[in-house]
């Protein structure tokens, strides 16, 4: 195997293990560092301690050029991930991950961070609570609003995850993470009747599924166009 491959693959395991980053944050870094690894040594000897800072700048550089300034972003992140790495493994002896600057991202700038609560609230009513897309609908939008989920935080759900004795909700976070919240009357009132009246009898157990068959876990972007629908709406 290829020198570059260990050190990916080394790399992997590091991530996987001592990180506990997710699988789809592992596999958004790997291809980041084989093209830098590939486009600063080639087939030659893989000799990481020769690595300098204008050997990353240059490759992010490329990268905005060659994709966005959004990708930009992404590399900085997989790249110093990989170098603290390099660190800690000795492969390096300069924490080279301080000399990455960041990128600016102007787009949408000008838009507010968050909602005020009095828009919130519009939100939530301008949901049909009558018909059974209404009322799923609304259980995911309460939650993003009073518990402040994340989108694959609320698709990562499980039917075991909600504690109705202790009136809880187990968070599955980033990696291994769980976390406890307490759930509100509100939230779990229209989850439990999303899960009573709406939900259909299958085989996944998260607690959010497609409305039509098959009926099946929902996609990455639902919260999305539930969130975009809504705001249409409202």
């Not at 799923?136 to 939008?141: F, N, Q, S, T």
């Not at 993470?177 to 899960?195: K, M, N, Q, S, T």
Request: overall charge positive; charged content about 25%; glycine content about 6%.
């Amino acid at each position: 195997m290829h020198p570059a491959a260990l050190v990916v693959r080394d790399f992997e395991a590091f991530l996987r293990s001592e990180r506990g980053l997710s699988t789809a944050t592992v596999v958004s870094y790997l291809p980041v560092v084989r093209r830098f690894l590939h486009e600063r040594f080639g087939r030659r000897a893989l000799r990481l301690e020769q690595l300098r800072a204008q050997d990353l700048h240059r490759f992010v550089v490329r990268e905005i050029q060659r994709v966005s300034r959004t990708h930009g972003r992404n590399t900085i992140t997989a790249l110093r991930s990989f170098l603290r790495f390099l660190l800690l493994r000795g492969a390096v002896q300069t924490d080279l991950a301080r000399t990455l600057p960041g990128v600016a991202t102007w787009r949408l700038s000008l838009l507010p961070r968050s909602l005020l609560p009095e828009q919130v609230e519009r939100l939530l009513a301008c949901c049909d609570r009558g018909s059974p897309s209404g009322k799923r609908d609304y259980a995911i939008l309460l939650l993003l609003a009073r518990l402040g989920l994340r989108g694959g935080e609320v698709l990562n759900m499980a039917l075991e995850d909600l504690d109705w004795e202790r009136s809880e909700l187990v968070v599955r976070g980033k990696g291994p993470r769980l976390e406890r919240l307490p759930l509100p009357a509100d939230v779990g009132a229209a989850v439990a009747r999303y899960l009573y009246e709406v939900r259909p009898p299958c085989a996944t157990r998260r607690v959010f599924v497609r409305m039509m068959a098959p009926y099946q876990d929902l996609e990455r972007s639902a919260v999305c166009c539930v969130v975009r629908r809504a705001l249409a709406r409202a």
